[in-house]
């Protein structure tokens, strides 16, 4: 397994001070860089080049809707699993401040490396969310398969990767419970608009996905800031990595919601609209 060469002694609060979480160093995973560029390498080709030659001379496979309404509710249920999972061992019962939460490398106890699991296992289910983009391919959704909605998954896993290799805990906890907790949702809504016309026309609550996700932006990067006014131990450039990714999409998503409720959403943002499911 490749590993980081970044140091694994105390954090020393430095602006752009990174180390290796030394908890995480013997996993397959994190600090892995070869792995991770073949995902999301081999991610990227299959969605934009492999897959629609494949489906260049074939029908739309419409007959995987039961698999994709399978797979919606297995994130919704999984995704509960994961705000349940991550609070009981975080805010409701972990002792973590829900202001300023640092990270100690130190910390080895049962609870801390559960949560460290934890945060591994939600790598892999959002690796899993690439499925999405697959089934756009197999359902030749080409407009779907924006460069946002792309990017959004690429970059995702690559801030997952990045935390289980430089400190998954602390602050990021937050982002953790907020972002499977807007995922249960936007699951659930899209399992619903798989049960046909009769469900279809109760699902008057769409545009309020987009006001989430902007919600979702707002909170988290307010709570991304303040490390950087707070110091309670926890590595400032983990918030320089997300917050200007925060920044961007909230931006892309206004930009989309008002286009889409006061008028034409320009194609690019269009296809990106909740089904990208942005954090």
Known sequence: MASSSAPTGTYDGGLFSIMRDPRTAHWTFPGNKQLLAVILISYVYVVKIGGPRFMKNRKPFDGIKPLIALYNLYMVLCSLWFVSAVLSRTYLGGGYSLICQGIDY???????????SLMWWYTI??????????FFVLRKKDSHVSFLHVTHHVLVVFNLWF????GPDGQAALAIV????????????????????AVQKHLWWKRYLTQLQLVQFI???LHGCVPFVIDCGYPRIHGIVILW???????LFMRFYRSSYKGKA??????AEVKSKEH
């Open 125 to 134: 289910v959002r690796i899993g969310d690439f499925l999405d983009t697959f």
């Open 219 to 221: 909170v988290l990067s």
């Open 106 to 116: 130190n910390a080895k106890g049962e609870s801390t490396m559960e949560l460290l």
């Open 163 to 166: 935390a289980l290799t430089y």
């Open 266 to 271: 320009s194609p690019a943002v269009a296809s």
């Open 245 to 251: 990714q925060y920044f961007m999409f909230f931006g």
């Open 178 to 197: 907020v972002n499977a907790s807007v995922h249960a949702i936007m699951y659930s809504y899209y399992f619903l608009s798989l049960l046909g016309p």
